[in-house]
């Protein structure tokens, strides 16, 4: 094949641009200035460079300072001054070196774009994501089996051996093998287009612009995008493919100014394409093509050196020893090494120019995250080359990437970098430049990223300690209290290496009682003033599960209980109600056979002995729940020390009763005398009731007999002039839910007591929906509708079905709720926790009210997700999923995704009722609704996002979509009280969200069931009318009734014959005539129907 006149290329001189890139111009300030971008160099159509007749040995400058000089003047002047190329050629005097100038003749035209201008080719209207599955790949007809592309695609052949066929294709008709290289570029971007033997005389950017008027614009995918695993694998091979093609190349092809020059040619025009897919797919091959030439640099380098150090010792043998023909051969190695590494370099310089410094700022974020992929591993494998500042600005910019995935691209390739210490000088410059930017990003919103800036702010904070400031750590450790766990453990890391370092063994120190001192004793004493210095004290769980994974003074329990008992005292925080919750709960994790082992049974009766006067003295719930929980631990069953624990908890649980009988015995007494009991004798009342209702929690206290005292003071909830305390009554119900638990707990032990726990089960339960309904506090109120979920679920159904099937006395327990309780606890959600309150700046409170508030939307949840009441209950729980998605989102959309599992079909009309509920409300306020109303985009926002859960799988959702729309469409198709169109033919707007998601056959059902329900409503109007004018003229002109019947009959409608008519006319004859719409309406409605399936009516 000739040599295409005006082909060859220049390394050195990047080319103007093929057309305008599709990539920003944002301006750029100086290095590690705010701005993301460099400006745009305006460049002129691409057109390829022409050889010269003549060589020139003139000395030239090396690839490094051509970077340099390109860099520096990069936005100032309109293109880079050419430089000549030094290559093996022009080395040896020969005439087929680069003189290179730009092609005099003028460029061919720019490319008519095609489409929509300004979004470039490959993914359709409005650049929509790719599908989530694409087809597998098929032979189609036309296509050559034997391509490279489709070899790579059905994976016919390793890869090695493609490549070795393709070398000795290329050995015999390079011209031949060279096409079928670009035929393969050509069909992995998507494009079907064919490279004959005939284009490839031709210049390349014809040849692009030929592919690009055969490229399939409408096609939103190509191969580098498609998804699954057959795609996936193509990628791979692709990339491998080309690093594979020059590493078999290295030593003889890629040098021969041939194929180098035409496939960089072509991909850097291709990578200048406004077809995205064209762009794509050249920018992926020539970072590949960059990384595999990166690693030829390296190993040439490596020979070059052994070839330097070859000579030297050949060269410093004695004279009679010396060989001067290897002293030649060496000489002559060497030169062409230098020369290939010249050569190597100048590729590597031109491909960054032309096509590397445009394509970084990309619209597409995959290429711009393709760029900084790949400059990491050229600057972490050959860093004497492309680790320069010159060059790391790029990352550096870069790091301001609107996209999470480039931003975290460049963290990535910045990672490596800072872990290895000979690099540090090289990197001074640029932390000192862009580490501000780097610990911002430690709160990026993406989680990725941010646990990635941490690492690398560690990585920062080794290399260069001191240029990190107090305010940098400062922002860092806070992020220990991060809620995302990976970003926590991150930054418990930097912690460690901040301020948890152990220092130099010192001289063993000794606590005051004689022990000497583990390691960790300093490091914890820093932990506890950095917890105390962050304030953020009820959040202290976060601070150790980010260091537990990565510190191991975490476990070091040991030194934790000796720092406890440095300073012991009996009662030293008896007066400190949150130490003391956290010291009584310590025992729940003791190993409880040491004791009976290690004969510690007096510090055992000592524990109990403490935990009983805790109980007696305090008053805080915390507490005394701690105690509960370590009391119930200690009395486990299978422990040696249990008899001794029960006994102790006898003990303690009597003590409670005692107190609480002697309190209300009190108290009645003093209501029965007419007196009005004091504060004392209130809070006595209060407290006793509280350790009560704690202790019944964990423990069993029916055998104390107090449930009928307790159930007395149950109608006092619903009455505002009793003088018990409110307090008290909310214990009062708590208490009685724990023993219907206990009761329950007996009877699946014992087998006996079934009848005396219907009986208080369902007094109770009478009890509670009238304290749900007209409680005097919302206190007891939600008390009361917790206890009614629980117990609904508790004995529910699956109570005597599931767990004890044809056990009758389980079968009369069963509590189902009916449609009045159903109403009550939901009409208890829309008051309590559907709504909007201002608390005033008060966090605490705020956030204490929406844990609430949570817990009672959790509970209705688990009703509906549980069976207990039916899925279309959730429909007024799903109308507020958009309202109040950052307080109580979480909770719907499970119980949106549990329901799905339970039933599609009742799930996705229980949607539609959700949005037919929020429609209906939207017009109670405005009567006269448009499409820009806030309230209707509410509802679209619900729409889709309901549509989005029903996933890709059509097919499986077909029954329920169907019925979905059927509904949606009858709510729309409702008509008025007078003529006009339907009040909510509006509802279609939100409906149309899950059109998509319909079959192309089942988008026609619910509109022909529409048609036929249309007819005969019309038909029975008709027969209305009929009837009235019949009734008129019957007295009048009886003769003329079946002409005037036949006359108003359209013979055309099957179900309104004149006969059925004058029947229904008969019928009829004495009831008045009803006005129905006209045909103006009904032909609005019929296009609204239309527009909706989007198909003509027929």
Request: glycine letters at 4%; charged letters at 30%.
């Amino acid at each position: 094949m000739h040599r295409r006149g005006g082909k060859r290329i220049r390394m050195d001189d990047p080319p103007p641009e093929y057309v305008n890139p599709m990539t920003p111009a944002t301006p750029m300030t100086d290095y590690g200035g705010q701005s993301v971008h460099e400006p745009e160099t305006p460049h002129a159509n691409y057109s390829g460079f022409k050889v010269g007749t003549a060589a020139n040995s003139t000395a030239m400058e090396t690839a490094r300072e051509e970077v340099d000089e390109h860099l520096e003047d990069e936005g100032r002047s309109p293109s880079p001054a050419p430089t000549k190329r030094i290559t093996r050629s022009r080395g040896r005097g020969g005439d087929g070196g680069y003189v290179g100038r730009l092609a005099e003749s003028p460029p061919p035209p720019p490319l008519r774009r095609r489409g929509r201008g300004g979004r470039g080719r490959g993914r359709g209207r409005g650049a929509a994501p790719p599908p989530a599955a694409s087809p597998p790949p098929i032979l189609m007809p036309g296509d050559d089996e034997n391509s490279l592309y489709n070899i790579l695609r059905f994976n016919k052949a390793a890869i090695n051996q493609v490549v070795d066929m393709w070398i000795e294709e290329y050995k015999t008709n390079r011209e031949s093998a060279l096409v079928q290289l670009m035929q393969f570029f050509i069909n992995s971007s998507g494009c079907r287009g064919k490279v004959t033997p005939d284009m490839a005389s031709m210049e390349h950017t014809l040849i692009i612009k030929k592919m690009t008027q055969e490229f399939d614009e409408e096609s939103g995918e190509y191969p580098l995008i498609m998804s699954g695993q057959t795609w996936k694998k193509f990628r791979s091979n692709f990339c491998e493919f080309i690093q594979t093609l020059v590493k078999m190349c290295q030593y003889s092809i890629i040098y021969d100014q041939y194929l180098m020059d035409n496939i960089i040619s072509l991909l850097t025009g291709l990578s200048d394409s406004q077809v995205r897919a064209f762009r794509h797919t050249a920018t992926l091959a020539v970072m590949k093509l960059m990384t595999a030439l990166v690693d030829v640099a390296l190993l040439t380098s490596v020979n070059c050196d052994n070839c330097l150090r070859q000579y030297e010792a050949e060269r410093l043998k004695a004279r009679d020893k010396r060989a001067s023909e290897r002293l030649e051969v060496l000489v002559a190695k060497r030169q062409e090494l230098e020369e290939n590494m010249e050569e190597i370099k100048n590729m590597l310089s031109y491909m960054f120019k032309s096509v590397f410094v445009h394509r970084y700022r990309d619209t597409l974020p995959d290429i711009r995250a393709i760029t900084m992929a790949e400059i990491g591993i050229w600057m972490e494998k050959f860093p004497a080359h492309f680790l320069d500042d010159l060059y790391l600005k790029y990352i550096g910019w870069t790091l301001h990437d609107k996209v999470g995935e480039v931003r975290l691209r460049c963290l990535q390739a910045l990672q490596p970098l800072y872990e290895c210490e000979e690099l540090k000088g090289k990197l001074e410059l640029f932390t000192s430049k862009f580490k501000d930017r780097i610990v911002s990003m430690s709160l990026d919103k993406e989680t990725e990223v941010a646990v990635h800036a941490v690492k690398l702010v560690i990585a920062i904070l080794k290399m260069h300690p001191d240029m990190l400031v107090d305010k940098d750590c400062e922002n860092v450790y806070e992020l220990v209290y991060s809620s995302w766990r990976s970003v926590a453990a991150a930054a418990g890391e930097f912690l460690n290496v901040r301020l948890f370092r152990s220092e130099e063994p010192a001289a063993p120190q000794r606590s005051r009682r004689g022990k000497v001192r583990l390691p960790n004793t300093p490091l914890l004493r820093d932990l506890v003033q950095f917890f105390i210095e962050s304030e953020l004290h009820e959040h202290g769980a976060y601070l150790v599960d980010s260091l537990i994974d990565s510190n191991p003074m975490m476990k070091d329990w040991e030194c934790m209980t000796d720092l406890l008992l440095e300073e012991p005292g009996p009662d030293e925080f008896r007066a400190d109600p949150d130490k003391l919750a956290n010291l009584v709960a310590i025992p729940q994790y003791f190993d409880l056979e040491l004791y009976t082992t290690q004969r510690q049974e007096a510090n055992l009766t000592l524990l109990l002995n403490k935990i009983r006067e805790i109980v007696r003295q305090q008053t805080e719930s915390e507490v005394l729940e701690t105690c509960g929980r370590t009391l119930e631990y200690l009395c486990s069953e299978q422990c040696a020390v249990y008899s001794r624990c029960k006994v102790a908890r006898a003990t303690i649980t009597d003590m409670c009763v005692d107190k609480y009988r002697e309190a209300i015995d009190e108290f009645r007494t003093l209501i029965e005398g007419g007196e009005t009991p004091d504060a004392d004798e209130q809070f006595s009342v209060t407290n006793s009731l509280r350790k009560v209702s704690i202790m019944y929690m964990c423990h069993n206290l029916n055998d104390n007999n107090i449930w009928d005292s307790l159930f007395e003071d149950l109608p006092k909830c619903i009455d505002r002039d009793d003088p018990m305390p409110k307090l008290a009554l909310v214990y009062v119900v708590r208490a009685c839910f724990y023993s219907l638990l206990w009761s329950l707990h007996e009877l699946e032990e014992r087998g006996t007591g079934a009848d005396l726990l219907r009986d208080r089960l369902h007094g109770y339960c009478a009890h509670c929906r009238d304290i749900v309904a007209r409680g005097t506090t919302a206190q007891l109120r939600g008390e009361a509708y917790t206890s009614i979920c629980d117990l609904l679920i508790l004995f529910a159904e699956q109570l005597h079905s599931r767990h004890h099937p044809g056990d009758e006395r389980y079968r009369r327990l069963v509590c189902e709720p009916d449609t009045t309780l159903c109403d009550l606890l939901n009409d208890f959600i829309q008051e309590f926790v559907f709504v909007l309150q201002c608390y005033d700046n008060q966090d605490e409170r705020r956030i204490e009210e929406l844990h609430k508030r949570r817990n009672f939307l959790a509970a209705y949840c688990k009703l509906i997700v549980y069976n207990v009441i039916p899925i279309r209950r959730a429909a007024d729980v799903f109308k507020h999923y958009i309202k109040c998605y950052n307080d109580y989102g979480d909770i719907i959309k499970s119980t949106v995704s549990k329901t799905r599992e339970m039933s599609k079909l009742n799930c996705a009309l229980t949607m539609q009722l959700a949005m037919q509920a929020l429609f209906s409300d939207m017009l109670r306020h405005q009567p006269a609704p448009h499409r820009a109303l806030p309230d209707l985009v509410e509802i679209k926002e619900l729409a889709k996002r309901f549509a989005v859960m029903f996933g890709l799988d059509a097919v499986k959702n077909r029954e329920a979509l169907t019925a979905l729309h059927r509904a949606g469409i009858s709510f729309a198709a409702l008509e008025g009280a007078g003529a006009g169109p339907p009040p909510n033919l509006l509802f279609l707007e939100p409906l149309s969200e899950f059109s998509n998601k319909l079959l192309r056959q089942d988008k026609r059902a619910p509109l022909r069931k529409r048609r036929r329900r249309r007819n005969r409503q019309r038909a029975a109007k008709r027969a209305r009318r009929l009837a009235a004018a019949a009734a008129a003229t019957a007295a009048r002109a009886p003769r003329r009734l079946h002409h005037e019947l036949d006359k108003l009959a359209p013979p055309c409608s099957p179900d309104c014959s004149p006969r059925a008519l004058r029947s229904a006319a008969r019928r009829e004859r004495f009831r008045s005539p009803d006005s129905g719409r006209s045909s103006a309406d009904e032909g609005e409605l019929r296009v609204a129907e239309s527009v909706y399936f989007e198909y003509p009516l027929q």
